[in-house]
């Protein structure tokens, strides 16, 4: 199971870094990325980091604002989220995400709890 955390409240403008670890079957091998699920809204890819760490992708809303990072070691992936914006709002989640494009891997459906960001402005 996925553990997403180090959410919570931030003022427009702020930073917030969040976690994720999980067991070493789900991270070994595989591209990590974060999706985040706003209120009302369907579930966006936000970021995609490759197995080694060296291929990034982001979504158009949060480039330049957000960073992904991997720790294989510890199973662990981050996304340092900085000027954050109130419609960065949502719960955010980790999963393994597709070579192919900024979606969720095919067939993954183990999503967890996701961890809760909410940016006042």
């Known amino acids: 199971q996925l553990q997403a955390s180090g959410g919570g409240l931030a003022q427009a403008g702020g930073s917030l870094r969040l976690s994720c670890a999980g067991p070493?079957?789900?991270?070994?091998?595989?591209?990590m990325g974060w999706f985040r699920q706003a209120p009302g809204k369907e579930r966006e890819f936000v970021a995609a980091?490759?197995?080694?760490?060296?291929?990034?992708q982001y979504a158009d809303s949060v480039k330049g604002r957000f960073t992904i990072e991997r720790n294989n070691a510890k199973n662990t992936v981050y996304l340092q989220m900085s000027s954050l914006k109130p419609e960065d709002t949502a719960v955010y989640y980790c999963?393994?995400?597709?070579?192919?494009?900024?979606?969720?891997?095919?067939?993954?459906?183990?999503w967890g709890q996701g961890t809760l960001v909410t940016v006042s402005s």
């Open positions: 070493g079957r789900t991270f070994s091998g595989r591209t």
């Open positions: 980091i490759s197995t080694g760490g060296g291929i990034t």
């Open positions: 999963a393994p995400a597709s070579d192919y494009g900024p979606y969720p891997a095919a067939g993954f459906d183990a």
